[in-house]
């Protein structure tokens, strides 16, 4: 393989291109759904697998998923969330890591989740035993399986006090999704700030979530119940990592209101 990329310059760029949304963030905006007790719609999703897989995986769970691929509209309705089998979860996520964000949302939900034997679990730079860890502090029991992990919360999800040994994104947003519903504050040191992370605060804001970011890197989380009333609409922010200039939110600051100002 020729490892010299030569390139010629010289010429401006002309032309449009249409900046898709990012893949890091619509997938966990996808699961945020799961704790509202209404629909959710996004827009501008792209048509990629960790869309596909989530999908799939949300209608397993009883979530009614509508896609419209010409628009990019998804439109999401958790009202009858259920319990899925575990075969069906091990076939619909295969080696995708998704499933280990579903935890908190049904450990509220329906006080029980299920992990499939993840391919990406014995990855040792990824591990996610930073997971479980924050699932165990928020009260949640986890058995292992031979099959996977089952996770039960026999006595709720109740908030906590927890410090990142490294501002992980995987385990920010886990600990976001699972904290939103559980009784009490919950605090979280060393959090990861990247942009996905702001957007999902922005979206669980939307919900009606109360979060506040400071700039130390501490988020906090008071127990709020989801959007009940009305269908949570949100754009999906475009891809970071694709040409052009993608549109930015305004960034969450440290004000406690319930929802950002934001075009979607």
Request: some cysteine; glycine content about 10%; proline content about 6%.
């Amino acid at each position: 393989m020729n490892d010299v990329l030569n390139v010629t310059g010289g010429t401006p760029l002309r032309g449009e291109i249409t900046v898709r949304g990012a893949k890091n963030f619509v997938s966990k905006a996808m699961v945020a759904a799961l704790l509202g007790e209404s629909p959710s719609e996004l827009r501008n999703v792209p048509q990629i697998r960790d869309v596909k897989v989530v999908s799939g995986l949300l209608r397993l769970h009883g979530v009614e998923v509508e896609h419209d691929e010409v628009t990019g509209v998804l439109r999401m309705d958790p009202t009858a969330v259920e319990s899925a089998h575990v075969a069906d979860i091990d076939a619909h996520a295969g080696a995708s890591r998704i499933p280990i964000l579903f935890c908190g949302p049904l450990l509220h939900r329906l006080g029980e989740a299920f992990i499939p034997d993840l391919g990406g679990c014995r990855i040792g730079d990824r591990p996610i035993n930073y997971h479980l860890d924050i699932l165990r502090q928020f009260g949640a029991t986890v058995d292992k399986l031979d099959s996977g992990i089952r996770l039960t919360a026999p006595n709720g999800l109740r908030g906590t006090k927890i410090k990142l040994p490294y501002p992980s994104v995987g385990a920010t947003e886990q600990l976001l999704l699972t904290a939103v519903r559980a009784e009490g504050i919950t605090e979280l040191s060393n959090a990861a700030i990247e942009p996905e992370i702001m957007d999902l605060i922005a979206v669980l804001q939307k919900m009606g979530a109360i979060i506040s970011v400071d700039t130390d890197r501490v988020i906090r989380i008071e127990e709020s119940r989801a959007s009940t009333a009305t269908v949570t609409r949100r754009s999906v922010t475009a891809s970071r990592l694709r040409p052009g200039r993608p549109r930015r939110w305004r960034p969450v600051g440290t004000s406690r209101s319930r929802a950002p100002s934001s075009p979607g």
